[in-house]
């Protein structure tokens, strides 16, 4: 059974990419799309059962993508709604963690991406790790070397003495690639790491 889509984003172009992205693809169907949130808000309500997921662009005239899905909430419908954003700031990272949102991800993503985030919110597979949400900024952002370095960070636990001795570095490297790695994740605490490292699956799939 495919998964049933409906898209909004205030950019006519950015749903014309994201068509050619699921044109063809057995897995997904686009029941409907629109770039005025208030016309799709109201379509969504009044097809809610023939719709799976809602992926819907943040900031949008008129109204937010928070508002949308504060809205459906009110109204007791019950599609799934993963955000679409260029960015990650304070704000809406506040915002998008008080939602209750299943996803997020970056318009910027791959589309093996976007399908395989889509695939794991509609089979409920993410679990409620703090957020509900999982962040993807490009896993290609990171080095081989960082990747494993957020492996143990965020899937062994292990200390910064503990990697440096496993990947035969100082204390010193290790540290500034975490840094690094924070920086290219545009996150700010250990906890984060692990819930990205947890969802991007390099607990199952050791990058070592």
């Known amino acids: 059974m495919k998964i049933r889509l409906y898209i909004m984003d205030d950019h006519e172009m950015i749903l014309d990419g994201l068509r050619s992205y699921f044109a063809g693809n057995d897995d997904f169907e686009i029941v409907g799309?629109?770039?005025?949130?208030?016309?799709?808000?109201?379509?969504?309500?009044?097809?809610?059962?023939?719709?799976?997921?809602?992926?819907?662009?943040?900031?949008?005239?008129?109204m937010s993508g928070f508002e949308v899905c504060s809205k459906l909430q009110a109204h007791t419908v019950?599609?799934?709604?993963?955000?679409?954003?260029?960015?990650?700031?304070?704000?809406?990272?506040?915002?998008?963690?008080?939602?209750?949102?299943?996803?997020?991800?970056?318009?910027?993503?791959?589309?093996e991406e976007l399908f395989h985030l889509l695939k794991l919110v509609h089979e409920g597979e993410l679990g409620r790790v703090v957020t509900k949400l999982t962040y993807f900024p490009s896993p290609t952002a990171l080095t081989t070397t960082e990747l494993r370095v957020l492996y143990y960070i965020g899937c062994?636990?292990?200390?910064?003495?503990?990697?440096?001795a496993e990947m035969f570095r100082s204390e010193e490297t290790i540290n500034s690639h975490r840094k690094n790695i924070m920086s290219k994740l545009d996150v700010h605490k250990n906890t984060e790491l692990v819930h990205y490292a947890e969802n991007l699956g390099l607990c199952k799939n050791p990058p070592v």
């Open 33 to 62: 799309t629109a770039t005025d949130p208030r016309v799709g808000l109201e379509e969504i309500i009044r097809a809610k059962d023939v719709i799976d997921i809602v992926l819907t662009d943040v900031e949008m005239p008129h």
């Open 78 to 111: 019950k599609p799934k709604v993963v955000f679409l954003t260029y960015h990650v700031n304070p704000e809406i990272r506040y915002k998008v963690e008080r939602s209750k949102a299943e996803g997020l991800i970056y318009k910027n993503a791959s589309r």
């Open 156 to 164: 062994c636990h292990y200390t910064t003495k503990q990697i440096a």
